[in-house]
Protein backbone atom coordinates (compact mmCIF):
# COMPACT_ATOMS: atom_id res chain seq x y z
CA UNK A 1 0.00 0.00 0.00
CA UNK A 2 1.31 3.51 -1.36
CA UNK A 3 0.85 6.47 0.98
CA UNK A 4 1.60 10.39 0.13
CA UNK A 5 1.41 12.53 2.94
CA UNK A 6 2.05 16.21 2.55
CA UNK A 7 3.01 19.01 4.70
CA UNK A 8 4.42 22.43 4.55
CA UNK A 9 1.73 24.73 3.32
CA UNK A 10 0.48 27.95 4.76
CA UNK A 11 -0.48 31.54 4.32
CA UNK A 12 2.82 33.43 2.96
CA UNK A 13 3.05 36.99 1.29
CA UNK A 14 4.11 37.17 -1.55
CA UNK A 15 7.63 37.77 -2.44
CA UNK A 16 7.92 34.32 0.03
CA UNK A 17 8.71 31.58 0.38
CA UNK A 18 7.54 28.05 1.42
CA UNK A 19 9.26 24.64 1.41
CA UNK A 20 6.71 21.37 1.12
CA UNK A 21 7.18 18.06 1.86
CA UNK A 22 5.73 14.53 0.53
CA UNK A 23 6.67 11.40 2.57
CA UNK A 24 6.08 8.54 0.55
CA UNK A 25 5.55 4.71 2.20
CA UNK A 26 6.77 2.16 -0.27
CA UNK A 27 9.93 0.11 -0.59
CA UNK A 28 10.68 0.94 -4.26
CA UNK A 29 10.09 4.64 -3.82
CA UNK A 30 13.43 5.22 -5.37
CA UNK A 31 12.36 3.74 -8.94
CA UNK A 32 9.48 5.93 -8.46
CA UNK A 33 8.30 9.19 -10.46
CA UNK A 34 7.22 11.78 -8.62
CA UNK A 35 5.68 14.81 -9.34
CA UNK A 36 3.58 18.11 -8.14
CA UNK A 37 0.03 19.03 -9.50
CA UNK A 38 -1.66 22.11 -7.78
CA UNK A 39 -5.78 23.10 -8.04
CA UNK A 40 -6.58 26.61 -7.57
CA UNK A 41 -10.79 27.00 -7.11
CA UNK A 42 -12.55 26.30 -9.97
CA UNK A 43 -10.01 25.32 -11.84
CA UNK A 44 -8.65 22.30 -13.05
CA UNK A 45 -5.26 20.00 -11.33
CA UNK A 46 -2.51 21.42 -13.27
CA UNK A 47 1.27 20.56 -13.67
CA UNK A 48 3.78 21.93 -11.41
CA UNK A 49 6.92 20.20 -11.77
CA UNK A 50 8.29 16.46 -11.52
CA UNK A 51 11.52 14.19 -11.24
CA UNK A 52 13.02 11.19 -12.05
CA UNK A 53 13.75 8.50 -9.82
CA UNK A 54 17.12 9.50 -9.90
CA UNK A 55 16.68 13.00 -9.29
CA UNK A 56 19.12 13.39 -12.34
CA UNK A 57 15.74 15.12 -14.54
CA UNK A 58 13.47 17.31 -13.69
CA UNK A 59 10.61 18.89 -15.27
CA UNK A 60 8.78 22.19 -14.27
CA UNK A 61 5.47 24.17 -15.75
CA UNK A 62 6.52 27.34 -17.89
CA UNK A 63 4.66 29.32 -14.79
CA UNK A 64 7.18 28.20 -12.06
CA UNK A 65 10.42 27.74 -14.21
CA UNK A 66 13.07 29.99 -12.17
CA UNK A 67 10.94 29.92 -9.29
CA UNK A 68 10.14 26.61 -8.03
CA UNK A 69 13.07 23.81 -7.51
CA UNK A 70 12.06 19.94 -7.35
CA UNK A 71 14.23 17.68 -5.44
CA UNK A 72 13.95 14.40 -3.27
CA UNK A 73 16.09 12.39 -1.15
CA UNK A 74 15.36 8.48 -2.13
CA UNK A 75 17.09 7.59 1.63
CA UNK A 76 13.63 9.16 3.06
CA UNK A 77 11.63 8.77 0.90
CA UNK A 78 10.57 12.29 -0.07
CA UNK A 79 10.04 14.36 -2.61
CA UNK A 80 10.38 18.43 -1.89
CA UNK A 81 9.30 21.44 -3.73
CA UNK A 82 10.63 24.38 -2.68
CA UNK A 83 8.73 27.48 -3.64
CA UNK A 84 10.59 30.76 -4.18
CA UNK A 85 9.12 34.57 -5.39
CA UNK A 86 5.41 33.83 -4.38
CA UNK A 87 2.97 35.55 -6.16
CA UNK A 88 -0.94 34.85 -5.94
CA UNK A 89 -1.52 33.28 -8.94
CA UNK A 90 0.65 30.30 -7.23
CA UNK A 91 -2.32 29.90 -4.18
CA UNK A 92 -3.86 26.40 -4.90
CA UNK A 93 -4.02 23.28 -3.15
CA UNK A 94 -0.58 21.06 -4.07
CA UNK A 95 -0.72 17.37 -4.55
CA UNK A 96 2.36 15.15 -4.16
CA UNK A 97 2.23 12.07 -7.18
CA UNK A 98 3.94 9.15 -7.97
CA UNK A 99 3.94 6.98 -10.84
CA UNK A 100 5.55 4.00 -9.24
CA UNK A 101 5.65 1.89 -12.71
CA UNK A 102 9.21 3.71 -13.74
CA UNK A 103 10.01 6.78 -15.34
CA UNK A 104 7.67 9.05 -17.36
CA UNK A 105 8.83 10.27 -20.08
CA UNK A 106 6.53 12.16 -22.74
CA UNK A 107 3.66 11.80 -20.16
CA UNK A 108 5.13 13.18 -17.42
CA UNK A 109 3.19 16.04 -17.17
CA UNK A 110 -0.21 14.45 -17.80
CA UNK A 111 -1.57 13.78 -14.32
CA UNK A 112 -3.69 10.45 -15.64
CA UNK A 113 -0.46 8.94 -15.59
CA UNK A 114 0.06 8.90 -11.95
CA UNK A 115 -1.63 6.49 -9.57
CA UNK A 116 -1.04 7.51 -6.21
CA UNK A 117 -1.79 10.81 -4.63
CA UNK A 118 -1.49 12.95 -1.90
CA UNK A 119 -4.56 14.27 0.18
CA UNK A 120 -3.30 18.00 -0.87
CA UNK A 121 -1.94 20.57 1.28
CA UNK A 122 -2.99 24.17 0.88
CA UNK A 123 -0.83 27.41 -0.04
CA UNK A 124 -2.18 31.22 0.26
CA UNK A 125 -0.22 33.88 -0.91
CA UNK A 126 -1.50 37.22 -0.32
CA UNK A 127 -1.13 40.52 -2.15
Known amino acids: QVQLVESGGGLVQAGGSLRLSCAAS????????MGWFRQAPGKEREFVAA????????YYADSVKGRFTISRDNAKNTVYLQMNSLKPEDTAVYYC????????????????????WGQGTQVTVSS
Open 26 to 33: GRTFSSWT
Open 51 to 58: ISWSGGRT
Open 97 to 116: AAYTYGTLYNYIQDLKKYNY
